[in-house]
């Protein structure tokens, strides 16, 4: 029998989380089951639970991965030397949500659910750390090339910084989930004259 190779077993576990996504995007975290993964993937129970334990490890994997495509754009922001500024690392984290409307839907739920599963909170402690850490480095690279605007020098302008950032994209994120007349370049706009730059 031929041996299955890691990149197939990936590819797999990527159908797998696609389908999840457009469960729990469909019915919320609560509502979808593995039935309705089931449904969406048009594999077997058995070909899923091969590879996640549970609807709560999917839903942890399904986190992980909405929010590392959000880091990997912002990290390659800077790879042509200049880095990004506040407004243009939140654009672009917001950007992303906006243009994979599944992706803000969960995240909004994954926060929800944060607050009372200990496993979800887990997880979502570990993906918060990447998120940080990105926009940490991106914030300290911006700074680093704008001394006048960071007298106490980058790392310290980013730290302060990064509070004020996370939550302009968590407030993007509630507000286009909950609100129904809600304006993306709007907010945005706002954004941009309070953010240093």
């Not at 992980?64 to 880095?83: C, F, W």
């Amino acid at each position: 029998m031929p041996r299955v190779t890691e990149a197939h077993r990936e590819a797999r576990r990527a159908q797998i989380r696609a389908a999840a996504l457009r469960a729990f995007t469909a019915k919320g975290y609560q509502r979808a089951s593995i039935s309705d993964v089931v449904a969406e993937s048009g594999l077997s129970a058995g070909a899923i639970y091969g590879h996640y334990d549970g609807k709560q490890a999917l839903f942890a994997a399904v986190a992980e991965e909405v929010l590392s495509r959000r880091t990997t754009e912002i990290d390659a922001a800077g790879d042509d030397g200049v880095p990004p500024s506040p407004i243009e690392v939140l654009t672009i984290l917001t950007g992303g949500m906006a243009r994979d409307l599944e992706d803000g839907k969960v995240l909004v739920q994954l926060w929800s659910e944060s607050t009372v599963d200990p496993v979800i909170h887990d997880v979502v402690q570990h993906v918060v750390v990447d998120l940080r850490n990105v926009l940490t480095a991106a914030l300290q690279a911006w700074f680093g090339a704008r001394p006048d605007l960071a007298p106490d020098g980058p790392d310290a302008a980013a730290r302060l910084l990064l509070p004020v950032m996370m939550g302009l994209g968590q407030g993007f994120l509630m507000q286009r989930a909950l609100l129904d007349d809600f304006d993306p370049e709007r907010y945005l706009t706002a954004a941009a004259a309070v953010l240093p730059g």
